[in-house]
C-alpha cells in the first residue's frame, strides 16, 4: 500500500512574526519535524504546496525528498485551495493519503501508524476530546473534497461529503499543538524528539563516482509523471542544467540510456524513461525499501535498548 502526505505551506504567516514552515522547533524546523515524522511512518511521496516565500521554503527543504506544488494565488485563496492541489496531485498515485496543515508539527510517528490501521474512507486522530491532524483520507474522500462546492474549507467538505468516518483515540497531545499558538510545549518536544530516534538508511551508488540516489530517483519518478525534465526539475527543487548533467552522469556510468527524447512539434517536446531507466529506478526503490527494513531490524538488535 502506497501512503502519501499532503501538507499545506503555502499561507502568509499573517498570526505570528516568522514564517511558520522555517519556525524552529527544536533544533529543527517546523517543516523538518513534519518531514522526518512521515518518512519515518513510511510514507513514500510527501508534497508540500507552497506560496508565500515559496522559493525559500524550498531551498530550505530541498534535499529533504519531497516534491513541490505552488499555489502561485495564495494571496487570494484559502487553505482549501492549497489542500485540493496537493490531494489531486496524489489521487491516483497513492492508495491512502494524510492532510496536515504546516502548522502542526509535533504529531508523532506512531499516531500516523495507529491511524493507517482503521479502514474508513476519513480517518482523525482524537485527542483529549478534540480532533487533530493528520487526517487520513482515502481516494472516496478525496474525490469528494475535490467536487465540494459549499462553505467551511475543508472542514466544512469533510462535513458533507458521502464517506464513511472514524475517530482513533490517540495518546499524542501533539496532534493539536498549533504553532501559531504558543503555549507550554517544552514536554510535546521532549516526547516527540525520544520517538524520533531511528536509523535512516540513504542508499547512492557509486562506480567512478556517486551517480544515483534518493534525490536522483525521485526525478526519475517525477520525468515519467509529467513527461518533462523540466518540470520534474521544478517539483524538487533542482536546476534544469544540474538536472541534465546528473541524468548524463548516470547514463554514462551505468551504460545505458534512461532517457527518450521527442523533439517539438505544435505540443512541444517531451521525455520519458526508456524500458532500462523504469528497470532501474523500479530495481532501486525495491532495493532501498529493503536496506531500511534491514537496517530497522539490526537497529532493534543492536542500539534500541540503550538509545531511547
Known amino acids: 500500500?502506497?501512503?502519501?502526505?499532503?501538507?499545506?505551506?503555502?499561507?502568509?504567516?499573517?498570526?505570528?512574526?516568522?514564517?511558520?514552515?522555517?519556525?524552529?522547533?527544536?533544533?529543527?524546523?517546523?517543516?523538518?519535524?513534519?518531514?522526518?515524522?512521515?518518512?519515518?511512518?513510511?510514507?513514500?511521496?510527501?508534497?508540500?504546496?507552497?506560496?508565500?516565500?515559496?522559493?525559500?521554503?524550498?531551498?530550505?527543504?530541498?534535499?529533504?525528498?519531497?516534491?513541490?506544488?505552488?499555489?502561485?494565488n495564495y494571496k487570494d485563496t484559502e487553505m482549501f485551495d492549497s489542500a485540493c492541489i496537493g490531494l489531486r496531485y496524489l489521487r491516483r498515485k497513492c492508495d491512502r493519503i494524510l492532510f496536515t496543515p504546516v502548522d502542526i508539527p509535533l504529531f508523532r510517528a506512531d499516531t500516523v501508524e495507529e491511524l493507517l490501521k482503521e479502514p474508513a474512507d476519513i480517518v482523525y486522530p482524537v485527542c483529549a476530546g478534540s480532533k487533530g491532524h493528520p487526517i487520513l483520507l482515502s481516494p472516496k474522500a478525496i474525490d469528494g473534497i475535490l467536487n465540494y462546492k459549499g462553505e467551511g474549507g475543508i472542514a466544512g467538505a469533510l462535513e458533507h461529503i458521502d464517506a464513511s468516518e472514524a475517530l482513533v483515540p490517540i495518546d499524542d497531545l501533539g496532534i493539536l499543538y498549533d504553532a501559531d499558538t504558543p503555549i507550554e510545549s517544552e514536554k510535546l518536544l521532549e516526547d516527540h524528539n525520544s520517538q524520533l530516534m531511528r536509523p535512516v538508511v540513504k542508499l547512492s551508488l557509486e562506480k567512478e563516482s556517486r551517480f544515483f540516489d534518493q534525490q536522483t530517483a525521485m526525478l526519475l519518478e517525477l520525468i515519467d509523471e509529467t513527461g518533462s525534465v523540466k518540470t520534474a526539475c521544478r517539483r524538487i527543487q533542482m536546476s534544469y542544467s544540474q538536472g541534465w548533467k546528473t541524468l548524463n552522469s548516470i547514463e554514462t556510468q551505468a551504460g545505458f540510456d534512461l532517457i527518450s527524447r521527442q523533439q517539438g512539434g505544435a505540443r512541444g517536446g517531451s521525455s520519458s524513461l526508456t524500458p532500462e531507466g523504469k528497470l532501474l529506478l523500479s530495481r532501486y526503490r525495491q532495493y532501498e525499501k529493503a536496506m531500511k527494513e534491514t537496517a530497522l531490524e539490526l537497529y532493534e538488535k543492536y542500539l534500541s535498548d540503550i538509545l531511547k
Open 1 to 72: 500500500m502506497k501512503i502519501g502526505a499532503a501538507i499545506t505551506a503555502a499561507g502568509m504567516s499573517s498570526k505570528i512574526g516568522e514564517f511558520k514552515p522555517m519556525q524552529s522547533s527544536g533544533s529543527i524546523s517546523v517543516a523538518q519535524r513534519i518531514i522526518a515524522t512521515l518518512q519515518q511512518s513510511g510514507v513514500s511521496r510527501i508534497v508540500f504546496v507552497t506560496g508565500y516565500k515559496a522559493d525559500e521554503l524550498e531551498r530550505h527543504l530541498a534535499k529533504s525528498g519531497v516534491v513541490f506544488l505552488r499555489n502561485e
